[in-house]
């Protein structure tokens, strides 16, 4: 890699590895909205619209408003995140890490109703920001939130459907980790809905030192 190039636009770089951590945390993030949050997802908008939809629908447990809201702060996060220009590596993860962060500050507000607007904004608009940040970088198969296509094309590029399996490692190990993540946070979750989001935040916050410790060799002199 060139010396100023961009640590996570290149694929020979860490930046896989960095999103399927980052994958882990999706995981951890739908297990904190939706088992402590009222059936939302902040980071799964498909999932979200659906469960939105449902509420509208009159679908008791499920809250419209709850539902919308992370929609709402999901596309504002997207806004931003499309709005700059593709930062240098590890600042996208610095601002994810701090958003956590005040989410699990967040989780810990005495006023519940608050507690949970404030958690579903904050996480949402993470995410938000996160996958605009990621439809830069371009990698296939790690969108680090949604899997249906890495799931399709796992089985549609297969021995089975005639294919030659093309990135089947990548593909297995990406839903292997979003499940990882998804159970790792339900039992965070039983603990502490803030511990969880604490924990995403170390998560997320080390793949920021690891990038910016390569990133900070790969400049230096030879």
């Known amino acids: 890699m060139s010396p100023d190039g961009n ?3 290149r694929e020979r770089s860490i930046t896989p590895a960095i999103l399927l951590v980052m994958t882990s945390v999706t995981g951890i993030v739908d297990a904190v909205s939706y088992l402590a949050l009222g059936h939302v997802f902040t980071a799964n908008m498909t999932g979200n619209l659906v469960l939105l939809s449902f509420a509208v629908a009159g679908v008791r447990s499920l ?3 709850r539902s919308f ?9 997207a806004i931003f995140g499309g709005r700059v220009s593709m930062p240098q590596a590890p600042a996208p993860l610095l601002v994810e890490t701090a958003l956590l962060l005040f989410a699990g500050l967040a989780a810990l507000l005495s006023d519940r109703n608050l507690s949970v607007y404030c958690v579903i904004a904050i996480t949402a608009a993470a995410m938000g920001y996160r996958n605009a940040v990621v439809r830069k970088i371009g990698l296939p198969d790690l969108t680090t939130t949604v899997l249906t296509l890495t799931i399709t094309g796992l089985a549609a590029d297969s021995r089975l459907a005639g294919g030659e399996n093309p990135r089947w490692r990548r593909r297995v190990t990406a839903i292997l980790t979003l499940i990882t993540g998804a159970f790792a946070g339900a039992e965070l979750v039983n603990r502490s809905t803030a511990l969880a989001l604490m924990v995403s935040a170390l998560i997320t916050g080390s793949c920021a030192v690891a990038a910016f410790t390569i990133h900070r060799k790969e400049i230096q002199p030879q």
């Open 7 to 9: 640590l996570l636009t």
């Open 63 to 65: 809250s419209a408003a």
């Open 69 to 77: 809201a992370a929609l709402v702060c999901f596309c504002a996060g």
